[in-house]
């Protein structure tokens, strides 16, 4: 019960500095990705006040467990191969269309009236889809 109290209050946290950063508005969103015209540096604030926190995270927990049990997770693979290009290249088509990324489509749902469902929608089928064309892209190799 504690873990989840502190995964809703994380959550609740991260939402609202989506909203108070702006990155629940589309239109800065896309103004980041226009280096050519009119940019919007802001969102690399965003993240570097994500990437920083989360670095010296990661050197903290170094060596560590969990107070509340379980495992910390495991560092990713800094490796690069084709499902993390692909991948990447999908999410970044979705976010320059769109203007949102999973977190902030979820803290503006409301405020984004039905193209935020529409968005949401498109997301869970996007994520419901990439288990069986996994497995396809997996058992051609094979």
Avoid: E, Q, Y
Avoid at 5 to 10: E, F, H, P, R, T
Avoid at 78 to 94: C, E, K, N, Q, T
């Amino acid at each position: 019960m504690t873990r989840l109290l502190i995964a809703l209050v994380a959550g609740a946290l991260f939402g609202v500095g989506l909203v108070v950063s702006g990155m629940t508005d589309t239109a800065r969103v896309r103004g980041f990705l226009d280096v050519a015209g009119a940019w919007d540096p802001t969102l690399i604030f965003v993240m570097g006040g994500a990437i920083l926190p989360m670095a010296g995270a990661w050197a903290f927990a170094r060596g560590r467990r969990p107070r509340l049990g379980g495992d910390f997770p495991t560092r990713p693979d800094p490796g690069i191969d084709l499902r993390l290009a692909a991948g990447s290249v999908m999410f970044g088509i979705g976010w320059g269309l769109s203007g949102l990324c999973p977190g902030p489509a979820l803290a503006a749902m409301s405020a984004n009236g039905a193209g935020g469902v529409v968005f949401l929608a498109a997301m869970a089928f996007g994520m419901w889809a990439a288990v069986p064309v996994r497995r396809h892209a997996d058992s051609a190799k094979g």
